[in-house]
């Protein structure tokens, strides 16, 4: 008969503990402190700021009880803050690449690398089949005008054509059910 003595790779101490398996990280809770630590039990961050589950090896801290985005993390503990932006749609995550955000009403998308897009929209939905849906602005100057866009993943307005011949943006509409 023997004995093994282990030891605790993280305190346990936390009134919370989750697996974020998409991120393979562990999520820790007390007192309003989260603490993330990979599985290897390295400690990457913590804050008081409402961080998202991680999405495509980001996760979006929101400043506490708001929509107020703090910044951007990703999965190796890495933080880029961004000021100025609240989420979109309450849906604080990545898709295909894009954070969709909102800023006084107007839509924008950051990338992975915490880079801001530099197209802006009056709408703009999270990504769904490789697409954001939404509405740009014909008139981007006075902020009117406005007509239904795709945007695919690298964050580029989807042309519309057929036979060779390009659709203006009023020619186009998109019906849903």
Do not use: C
């Not at 409402?50 to 929509?67: C, L, N, P």
């Not at 897009?117 to 490789?130: Q, R, S, V, W």
């Amino acid at each position: 008969m023997f004995g093994q003595v282990a030891q605790w790779l993280i305190p346990a101490k936390y009134d919370n503990m989750k697996l974020d398996t998409e991120a393979g990280v562990i999520v820790a809770d007390s007192a309003g402190m989260k603490v993330t630590w990979n599985v290897d039990g390295k400690r990457l961050f913590a804050t008081e700021n409402d961080v998202a589950h991680f999405t495509e090896g980001m996760a979006v801290a929101k400043r506490q009880g708001s929509e107020f985005i703090a910044g951007l993390y990703n999965a190796n503990g890495t933080y880029t803050p961004h000021d100025g932006f609240t989420v979109a749609h309450n849906h604080p995550f990545y898709s295909h690449g894009n954070l969709v955000v909102n800023q006084n009403n107007i839509y924008r998308l950051i990338n992975k690398n915490g880079e801001v897009n530099h197209e802006f929209f009056a709408m703009l939905y999270p990504y769904f089949n490789g697409y954001a849906a939404g509405h740009a602005y014909l008139n981007k100057e006075k902020l009117k005008d406005i007509y239904p866009v795709l945007i695919n993943a690298l964050g580029n307005l989807v042309i519309f054509s057929y036979n060779d011949k390009l659709f203006k943006p009023d020619e186009v509409d998109f019906a849903s059910s």
